[in-house]
């Protein structure tokens, strides 16, 4: 999720460089060669979207696109972040004065994981920072997430932490929510965390058991792509926090401890319930999708464990049609993205991430990417929009040591 200054917000997308020229980049910045490299993948959400903050179920999968990290320690208590891909000067901080709001735009989200942790009784000192990425940032892919991953992956190895993967996703989900201000669910910061190549994460977020669940499209004649809008999307502004106050709303007027607890079975019931006037009909739409959602879930699951891996198309096209009407966190050019593409032919499309702009993903047979493609792109093209990006979209590794190098 992103705020109105995205991390690493640029006007073109960088290119990869490899740990090599980090580390070279980092001697040049700080002086002193790093202590170690660091990644941390942006994502694309499969199915569960706007579940993780109801308790529920999510399939989130590690994209090739990822922010790296170079670190070493500071004995002086100062914080100091440099990033290749905002212009401008090295951002610096004194630890132990780190606060809530008290840094903004990109820099707040490694200070935010520093304060985090150190708010949770980690002993963590100063640290030099550099950071590169190649996630699209206010598209959707959680730019942010992977930005405090690897910085709560670099400090935990920096200063001997021990922390497991779970665990650095929850002080990185606390940086977004209480640092920088964006009540975000945790599937951001677990999928960056906790997903593995040719697999698809299935999370359930009340209590983080999760499964890897295999997911190699390319072995089913299958290709998954991600289709960047270039619509910036951003969170900030409250819509993400309205509909988290409606799912809660919801909850409070079903009397559940949270939207998960309704299973599909009881919807008709819980939404009858919700038909007092009291109670605003918007809050009636997002149980709806909340609870909808997480059905898909299962589903998905289902016929993935089933081997029927192409059946799932449909039911991805049912969520982006209950993103639209019933939680309305959509735009033009993501509908168009996916109406474009089922035209075409594709197996199923839908939004991903948070919504209001940022990326769709569309499964086709792999044949018949091209011509899925350049559909999209030609649909985009008569209605007067700016390009898309289109990509694939490779179940990758997440958040990972690399070895150092140069």
């Known amino acids: 999720m992103t705020t109105n200054q995205a991390p690493h917000e640029s006007t073109e997308p960088h290119s990869p460089t490899g740990p090599a020229h980090a580390v070279a980049r980092h001697r040049e910045l700080f002086g002193t060669p790093p ?12 199915i569960g979207e706007h579940t993780d903050y109801n308790d529920g179920f999510v399939m989130p999968l590690a994209l090739p696109h990822a922010t790296t990290v170079t670190g070493s320690r500071r004995a002086d208590g100062l914080l100091r972040v440099h990033s290749r891909d905002i212009p401008g000067p090295t951002v610096e901080f004194v630890v132990d004065e780190l606060a809530p709001r008290s840094a903004e735009g990109w820099a707040a989200y490694p200070a935010g994981v520093a304060w985090a942790l150190r708010e949770a009784g980690h002993a963590i000192g100063g640290a030099d920072l550099y950071l590169e990425s190649t996630v699209p940032t206010g598209a959707g892919l959680s730019s942010s997430a992977a930005l405090e991953v690897s910085t709560a992956l670099a400090l935990n190895d ?11 996703a929850r002080h990185a989900q606390r940086a977004e929510n209480d640092f920088v201000g964006i009540p975000c669910g945790i599937l951001d910061q677990m999928a960056s965390a906790c997903c593995t190549a040719e697999h698809v994460l299935h999370l359930d977020t009340r209590d983080l058991s999760r499964r890897q669940v295999p997911f190699d499209m390319a072995a089913e004649g299958l290709r998954l792509l991600v289709v960047d809008t270039q619509v910036k999307h951003a969170l900030a502004d409250g819509a993400y926090a309205e509909r988290r106050a409606e799912c809660e709303a919801g909850a409070a007027a079903l009397d559940v401890p949270a939207l998960r607890d309704i299973a599909h079975d009881q919807l008709d ?6 038909a007092d006037p009291a109670v605003p009909p918007a809050v009636r739409r997002r149980v709806r999708h909340v609870v909808t ?54 197996l199923g499309a839908r939004m991903t991430g948070g919504g209001f702009g940022g990326s769709a993903i569309v499964l086709v047979e792999a044949d018949a990417t091209d011509t899925t493609t350049k559909a999209v792109l030609a649909a985009f093209a008569e209605r007067g929009h700016v390009p898309p990006r289109v990509f694939e979209a490779i179940p990758s590794a997440g958040a990972r040591r690399l070895p150092l190098a140069g």
Do not use: K, M, Q
């Not at 920096?158 to 650095?168: A, F, N, S």
């Not at 969520?319 to 509908?335: I, Q, T």
């Open 269 to 274: 019931a819980a939404l009858a319930r919700l």
């Open 293 to 346: 959602e997480n059905h898909r879930v299962e589903r998905i699951v289902a016929l993935l464990d089933a081997g029927r891996a192409r059946e799932i198309g449909p039911v991805l096209t049912e969520g982006h049609a209950s993103l639209r009407d019933d939680f309305e966190v959509s735009c033009p050019e993501l509908d168009l993205a996916v109406s474009a593409a089922t035209a075409a032919g594709a």
């Open 35 to 46: 202590e170690g490299v660091w990644s941390a993948p942006g994502r694309a959400n499969l």
């Open 158 to 168: 920096l200063y001997e932490l021990g922390l497991p993967p779970e665990v650095l």
